[in-house]
């Protein structure tokens, strides 16, 4: 299975692999033919038993669920990618029960419709969990915008293993480094931009904050989304203090939940957008 929440991405290969897709048959039928749809099997995954310290195997369960038709107004969908993120570990303990499928979004792609917002062959973000199909009555559904321009922002990325830092470069990262094999994290950050950082997109905590923190800009903006290196432990961890870099440097840290916003979604992404093709 998988030993923490990065290897579920290697197992989701294999998972959606196996997965039946949805097929049309021609059966002849004298000088007709007849058309049959094979039914689809969805395969989730369950958390079976809620998280005592750091997440074990045998806390998750794969199903298999039959998907009927799509109605007028649906749509079939097939995960293309999961959300596998560091908020799950917490929010799993409050918004879910034993049973449930995993909480989470995913990108997933349109198989069938029976709805003229989302034709066959687009692509949506929606939030559905660790599942590789979905009946969906387009509720809550975001189509993914096309023709991102590839030049922006200078953007430094780290992850922590060597076949994801070479997926971050394939991505544009203009640098990115294992966090896990550098000798020490304040070089690495220094060597990826020695003028210093301005906006930090802060999802771990611990360590790496306190290996951050210093080398940002005069006004520097710091987004808190997370704090994944906090979220197993037993026992509450102890400093370094951020006052003197946010003092000093007068930086901003705001904490945020991405469902904020969640009712501006297609406005923020033609937004941003916009913004991407004017930089470029």
Request: with cysteine; glycine share 8%; hydrophobic share 35%.
């Amino acid at each position: 299975m998988f030993h923490d929440f990065s290897d579920l991405a290697q197992a989701f290969l294999w998972w959606r692999g196996r997965s039946s897709s949805d097929t049309v048959q021609r059966v002849e039928n004298g000088d007709s033919c007849v058309k049959q749809r094979t039914m689809v099997q969805a395969k989730t995954w369950t958390l079976r038993k809620h998280f005592d310290g750091f997440p074990k195997d045998s806390d998750f369960e794969l199903l298999v669920e039959q998907l009927p038709e799509p109605k007028d107004g649906e749509v079939l969908l097939e995960a293309v990618f999961l959300s596998v993120d560091p908020y799950m570990r917490p929010y799993s303990r409050v918004r879910m029960k034993e049973g449930d499928v995993m909480i989470g979004a995913q990108v997933a792609k349109v198989i069938q419709s029976k709805n003229p917002s989302y034709p066959v062959g687009s692509h949506v973000i929606a939030k559905h969990g660790w599942r590789t199909h979905t009946i969906s009555d387009g509720t809550g559904l975001t189509i993914v915008l096309s023709e991102w321009p590839q030049d922006g922002c200078k953007v430094v990325g780290c992850a922590g293993t060597d076949a994801k830092v070479s997926y971050l470069k394939d991505l544009g990262f203009d640098h990115a480094f294992n966090y896990k094999t550098v000798s020490s994290l304040e070089e690495a950050l220094r060597a990826a931009s020695p003028d210093g950082y301005d906006c930090y997109f802060e999802n771990v905590g611990g360590p790496f904050s306190s290996a951050a923190l210093p080398q940002m800009k005069q006004f520097g903006r710091i987004a808190v989304c997370g704090g994944i290196s906090l979220y197993n432990d037993t026992t509450p961890q102890c400093g370094p203090y951020v006052h003197l870099d946010m003092i000093f440097k007068q930086l901003k840290m705001e904490g945020f939940l991405v469902g904020r916003w969640q009712h501006k979604d297609h406005e923020s992404l033609l937004r941003l957008l916009t913004w991407m093709k004017e930089a470029s």
